[in-house]
T-cell receptor
Framework: EAQVTQNPRYLITVTGKKLTVTCSQN?????MSWYRQDPGLGLRQIYY???????DKGDVPEGYKVSRKEKRNFPLILESPSPNQTSLYFC??????????????FGAGTRLSVL | AQTVTQSQPEMSVQEAETVTLSCTYD???????LFWYKQPPSRQMILVIR??????QNATENRFSVNFQKAAKSFSLKISDSQLGDTAMYFC???????????FGKGTKLTVNP
């Protein structure tokens, strides 16, 4: 089944404790992206990647890191989480060419709480 | 920068009736795509419909259709024969051709009442 898999689905942590949210897609998509969703703000892009070893900042990148060592994986790293990073996080992926280009497929979301 | 505005934070409709969700966007580009995504209580983001700006014909997917008014930069979603399973947050999104980035509106929470 074609899908984007995020783990974990739920995470409670404390301020300053490094964490990683994993994202994997099995559709051979070139483009991958991370969003955060906050009430009243919609979804905002954190980082994106056009292909392996190519990453760039989105609209709200402060406090986050990403890497794209393999085409299928795009982990989100919070080196020193703070309470203002409490949010719902989504990973998404899409093709960059063809008739289905830029149709983004989303993971199920990760609910993060930083105490 | 492109912006997407959804002016209705919340809406409700009776089962089997029709409802229209509004979306306007701002861009100076001619080549772009517009989307409606549905987010039910499960939080999963589900693509409802996609419209390519160069296509005059409005996109439809079963009970879901759009009214795309390019000159007015308006992209509303019409849900016909509303069902309880349509209860969800709906997000309008914009993608500029040549870029992969999606810009989202803040969402409209739709409740379908029995």
């Amino acid at each position: 089944e074609a899908q984007v898999t995020q783990n974990p689905r739920y995470l409670i942590t404390v301020t300053g404790k490094k964490l990683t949210v994993t994202c994997s897609q099995n559709m051979n998509h070139e483009y991958m992206s991370w969003y955060r969703q906050d009430p009243g703000l919609g979804l905002r892009q954190i980082y994106y990647s056009m292909n392996v070893e190519v990453t760039d900042k989105g609209d709200v990148p402060e406090g986050y890191k990403v890497s794209r060592k393999e085409k299928r994986n795009f982990p989100l790293i919070l080196e020193s989480p703070s309470p203002n990073q409490t949010s719902l996080y989504f990973c998404a992926s899409s093709l960059t060419r063809g008739t289905a280009k830029n149709i983004q497929y989303f993971g199920a979301g990760t609910r993060l709480s930083v105490l | 920068a492109q912006t997407v505005t959804q002016s209705q934070p919340e809406m409700s409709v009776q089962e089997a009736e029709t409802v229209t969700l509004s979306c306007t966007y701002d861009t100076s580009e001619n080549n772009y795509y517009l989307f409606w995504y549905k987010q039910p209580p499960s939080r999963q983001m589900i693509l409802v419909i996609r419209q390519e700006a160069y296509k005059q014909q409005n996109a439809t997917e079963n009970r879901f259709s759009v009214n795309f008014q390019k000159a007015a930069k308006s992209f509303s979603l019409k849900i016909s024969d509303s069902q309880l399973g349509d209860t969800a947050m709906y997000f309008c999104a914009f993608n500029q051709g040549g870029s992969e980035k999606l810009v989202f509106g803040k969402g409209t929470k739709l409740t379908v009442n029995p």
